[in-house]
């Protein structure tokens, strides 16, 4: 490993470890801010230090009663401000897309690291404006869900579901939802019907637009995993490191779905088509691919929430259903009960930047947040209460993650309807250099 991946490992690893993130646990109720470790590269003194295991055991930072001793004690043995100065000063150095990249990271690490400082008393409160700009690359705004709605409910009257009555539109969703419930003790034999069916889309849809060393890339070796009183909806746990008999590798992951989540077979749809394929299963295994033939650098092998390289993910994977349709607008897809499945997903991530919006933009309570989310946004009373408080009001997710649904989708949204498949998707998978949803725009520049 040269010089900026024990830079990048020790910056990552070490935020993820000083949040209580562990990016070895299987379980995305161990894992947090570094999504992967595919690399084969030996786990670096930020991880594999003595004080980083009590610091995990103990949540870190985000643990209901912080382990002070156990924090001192890992800032003292690793020292996170360098490790990130490190990261700018090689990127830096390097210049062009690579350096770009890397400088994002970079920006996105320091913010993590002065949010821990603020939590443990240590450091001034971060704006919350500097937060957003450091994950998504734009200031933060409200979320605007009128002309969704208007389509629901227009998608919804013609299903025979009148939203003048009682209770109105959301009233009218509820019922939609209760009479299309996905039932969680199927939910495997669902998912891997579902997952068949997106991965024959894309075999038509996104394959005959990358590089041909891309088809032998299993799109979707994930394994569906029901699980109970998840502080989440679902995980997405991107593995990469089981390997075949000649060493190549098997790009596995699972997905932990929460038992008590309430959806709509079509939303279900979408989940995976956003999860697993074309969305990020998908493009985390066309990353590893890309890495071990050598066309992209070690940062690839460590993705990480919170930066903007996430926030493109999060618009990949939410434009996936329409990546593997061939189509660019929700109502080009060819039924529309899934139209409405797929609308009430997009409603739902302007839930979630809204959250972050009136909890930290605006200060409103928690409880108006949550009637917010649910009667404007059409959200389940479990997504209301969830978005509104463990993931709202937590002091990174809230002001970092939440708004990278809304922008990321935004963004991909616009690039392929200006841009031809040939040319956004291969930017889109990494097939043109590992990119995140700002330095993208250099590899889109005209030719």
């Known amino acids: ?31 947090f801010i570094a999504d992967s470790w595919f690399s084969d590269e030996p786990l670096p003194a930020a991880y594999t230090g003595p004080a980083a295991a009590r610091l995990r055991e103990s949540g870190g930072v985000a643990g209901k ?28 150095k390097l210049g062009g897309l690579r350096g770009e990249y890397l400088l994002g990271m970079a920006t996105s690490l320091e913010i993590m690291w002065d949010l821990a400082m603020e939590v443990l008393g240590k450091g001034a409160p971060v704006p919350y404006a500097r937060c957003v700009e450091a994950s998504t690359g734009r200031p933060p705004g409200a979320s605007h869900p009128e002309a969704k709605r208007a389509r629901v409910a227009e998608l919804l009257a013609r299903a025979g579901y009148a939203t003048a009555g009682a209770g109105g539109l959301r009233a009218a969703v509820d019922a939609w939802r209760r009479d299309r419930w996905v039932p969680m003790a199927s939910v495997r034999a669902l998912g891997a019907a579902f997952i068949a069916h997106y991965d024959r889309l894309s075999q038509v849809n996104l394959l005959p637009h990358l590089p041909p060393e891309l088809a032998s890339v299993p799109r979707a070796n994930i394994e569906f995993l029901p699980i109970k009183d998840a502080w ?54 066309y990353l590893q691919d890309l890495y071990v033939r050598g066309k992209v650098n070690f940062e690839a092998t ?36 899934l139209q409405i499945g797929v609308l009430l997903a997009m409603l739902q991530d302007d ?37 509104s408080g463990a993931w709202g009001q937590h002091p990174l997710l809230g002001r970092m993650y939440l708004p990278a649904y809304r922008a990321g989708t935004e963004r991909v949204a616009e690039w392929r309807r200006i841009h031809p498949a040939n040319r956004i998707l291969p930017a889109l998978y990494g097939c043109s250099g590992l990119a995140d949803i700002v330095t993208i725009k250099e590899i889109l520049k005209p030719e």
């Open 232 to 285: 989440f909806s679902g995980s997405m746990n991107y593995l990469g490191r089981a390997r075949m008999a000649d060493g190549r590798p098997k790009y596995e992951a699972t997905y932990e779905i929460n038992a008590s989540l309430q959806m709509s077979v079509p939303e279900f749809e979408q989940l995976v088509s956003h999860e697993v394929v074309p969305g990020h299963v998908t493009t985390f295994a």
């Open 302 to 337: 460590v993705l990480t929430m919170n930066t903007r390289s996430a926030t493109l993910f999060e618009g990949i994977a939410n434009n996936a259903i329409l990546i593997a349709h061939g189509v660019t607008e929700i109502e080009q897809l060819p039924d529309e009960d």
């Open 351 to 387: 839930a979630k930047n809204q959250s972050s919006y009136l909890t930290w933009g605006e200060g409103a309570p928690r409880e108006k947040v949550a009637a917010t989310l649910r009667n404007d946004f059409l959200v389940t009373e479990e997504r209301a209460n969830k978005l």
């Open 65 to 92: 009663k912080i382990d002070q001793a156990a924090v001192e004690e890992y800032l003292r043995e690793v020292d996170l401000p360098q490790a990130i100065a490190g990261v700018r000063d090689e990127a830096r």
């Open 1 to 31: 490993m040269d010089a900026i991946g024990r830079f990048v490992a020790d910056a990552v690893l070490g935020i993820d470890t000083l949040w209580g993130g562990d990016v070895m646990c299987a379980s995305g109720t161990g894992r």
